[in-house]
């Protein structure tokens, strides 16, 4: 067992744990021969569901742990519980070099600051950020920050923008991502400072990455760029804002289909195709979250997530670990760090041409 | 002819103007012989149309007007066009006491920006704002800021919660509407300063107002509150986002159900309940943003709009117009700034129990 094809996964965390990791585990070691696992948590729990995942049992180490965060569980709680948990576990074996990423679907808050706690934060950088997957007419963006912090300068939209791209080529297969700025269209007051600057910065600073322009709320499920930017609170907004309105369809479509005896006959005609639609944005497809900018990868599965949703974050974790993720970011970080320096001590910064 | 049921109309504002706003002026017309127009726009063009438009045209006086303004023309170029354009004549008759709402379908920078200077920000109030209508599960809620201005304070969000709590029961009829301030739902961040401020002076100034707490933005499209509150970067990026994916859906069922033989005849048998879903969730039948917070209504029409949707804005004008919107904002920022000030005098706000 090497880190690099090994994945920590806390096997107590999300709301039907630890049956549904142990399945989604499971089913992803039947496709995926060439990674081992580290699965943390209760023992006493673990042994007989992994007794009984042939696929998972014999490439599967158990690593006990006797506590669990609570899905509601406040940060602050989390930490004081600390080491005893299957979290913590699953998140040390990253940072003593026995895994190359963890993979939880427990609490949000406390994977966050157990993660920064540590794992720390990447050199070069001054915060780490959530990075997602968001389906669209094209096919998925990904799009940070979604709510690691509320706030972001010009130069952190930039460090956002970096690891958006290196997340879309290792995990969405992207060979050259697109990135667009989150903003809003009004031409009086086209958005806040620090992104007006961040824009600007991007197209001077002459970075590897292909930086677009802004993008509006309406043109992420279009597909307008591969790697949608944003500070945590607006990025939040627009995820959420958009989650809200596919359940309203799904639910208002699922409504109108069974709404008579004809209708129920239309639909089941149709079935097929509404199966390849409903296939086409299943939120299990798009299911791992990543925390990018720490000295680790960790992978957030969906608390609710069904075990297929479960193995596609262990997924986004293996394609994550199998990448030049974390070298290339840390690459792109100097890059952006010398260019800053450079554009500073050579007085570029001052009054720039318009 | 009174100003109490009259509406000014831009006649030449909107992709296809001025086609389009004589038939939905028309539709309206047919529907509500209790109101009267004013058209405003290039004579030549408007007689003829008007003339066509049985219903409207014994409503309806010509107000001639030389100029327009392009869609994609700067605010600043279009109060520089001033006062000879169709949009500020409809404006200008607002003002002048001639008619109690002006609609618009044209560039919406440049109807902020005339509607600024002509009619002036209510007292009382600092900034205007944008409010449109956004559908949900439930039917229909209000959302403001949707982009009049990029960032609100703790007292503009109140404004805000004040305005659209008007809105909510002039144009979608309820009652007693419920209210929810914008956020995000991570536990250790709960939002920016300026949310929590607001939500804790709701709370405190005990305003004629149900006040909600927070939403997150998945919760809007479930109807959770009759109107959210945030700022107008949030609340754009929310819209917009909202929208893309309503977009995104309304393709990719289209491209599902014609996508074979079986799925057309799956399709046209469930043709009935489809329609039924289409028109629940018809844009027009949102259509007409307000500025609220001016001395005097001005209602935005999407610049695409067709007739029935234009007319949908005229209606919001009309159910405005009709209401006590105005002094019932008047009243409640009067209620808001005595509930500060009496606050302040007493110290409540210095270190407030949590």
């Known amino acids: 067992m090497t880190a690099g094809n090994t994945i920590a996964v806390d096997g107590m965390g999300g709301d039907d744990a630890p049956a549904i990791v142990v399945d989604g585990l499971d089913r992803f070691a039947a496709e995926r021969?060439?990674?081992?696992?580290?699965?943390?948590?209760?023992?006493?729990?673990?042994?007989?569901?992994l007794a009984a995942a042939r696929h998972a049992a014999p490439l599967t180490e158990l690593m006990h742990a006797e506590a669990v965060i609570a899905m509601d569980a406040k940060p602050s709680l989390a930490l004081r519980q600390g080491r005893r948990t299957s979290m913590w576990a699953a998140i040390q074996a990253v940072k003593d070099g026995g895994a190359a990423a963890?993979?939880?679907?427990?609490?949000?808050?406390?994977?966050?600051a157990i993660a920064k706690l540590v794992l720390r934060t990447a050199e070069g950088l001054r915060r780490p950020a959530l990075v997602g997957s968001w389906p669209t007419l094209k096919g998925v963006s990904a799009v940070l920050d979604l709510g690691a912090d509320i706030a972001?300068?010009?130069?952190?939209?930039?460090?956002?923008?970096?690891?958006?791209?290196?997340?879309?080529?290792?995990?969405?297969?992207?060979p050259r991502p697109t990135i667009g700025l989150l903003n809003i269209g009004s031409e009086e007051m086209k958005g806040h400072d620090s992104i007006r600057e961040a824009a600007r910065l991007m197209r001077e600073l002459n970075l590897p990455?292909?930086?677009?322009?802004?993008?509006?709320?309406?043109?992420?499920?279009?597909?307008?760029?591969d790697v949608v930017v944003a500070?945590?609170?607006?990025?939040?907004?627009?995820?959420k804002s958009a989650e809200g309105v596919a359940r309203m369809f799904t639910i208002a479509l699922r409504e109108s289909l069974t709404s008579s005896l004809r209708a129920k006959l239309g639909a089941a005609i149709a079935?097929?195709?509404l199966a390849a639609l409903k296939a086409r944005f299943d939120p299990r497809s798009v299911n791992g979250g990543v925390f990018v900018g720490l000295n680790g990868i960790v992978v957030k599965s969906h608390g609710g997530a069904d075990a297929v949703g479960f193995a596609r974050a262990l997924a986004v974790a293996a394609d994550l670990s199998a990448s030049d993720f974390q070298s290339s970011i840390s690459a792109n970080l100097k890059r952006l760090g010398e260019a800053l320096t450079m554009r500073t001590a050579v007085?570029?910064?001052?009054?720039?041409?318009k």
Not at 217 to 222: Q, R
Not at 231 to 239: E, K, P, R, Y
Request: hydrophobic residues 50%; glycine residues 12%.
């Open 271 to 273: 079935l097929p195709a």
């Open 347 to 353: 007085g570029a910064s001052e009054e720039p041409a």
């Open 102 to 112: 963890a993979v939880s679907a427990g609490n949000t808050g406390a994977l966050m």
């Open 231 to 239: 500070d945590g609170f607006s990025g939040n907004i627009a995820l």
């Open 33 to 49: 021969r060439d990674f081992r696992f580290l699965l943390a948590g209760d023992e006493a729990q673990l042994r007989p569901l």
């Open 152 to 174: 972001a300068d010009a130069e952190q939209l930039i460090e956002f923008a970096i690891m958006g791209e290196a997340f879309a080529r290792a995990v969405h297969h992207k």
């Open 209 to 225: 990455i292909e930086f677009l322009g802004f993008v509006e709320g309406d043109d992420i499920s279009m597909g307008a760029a």
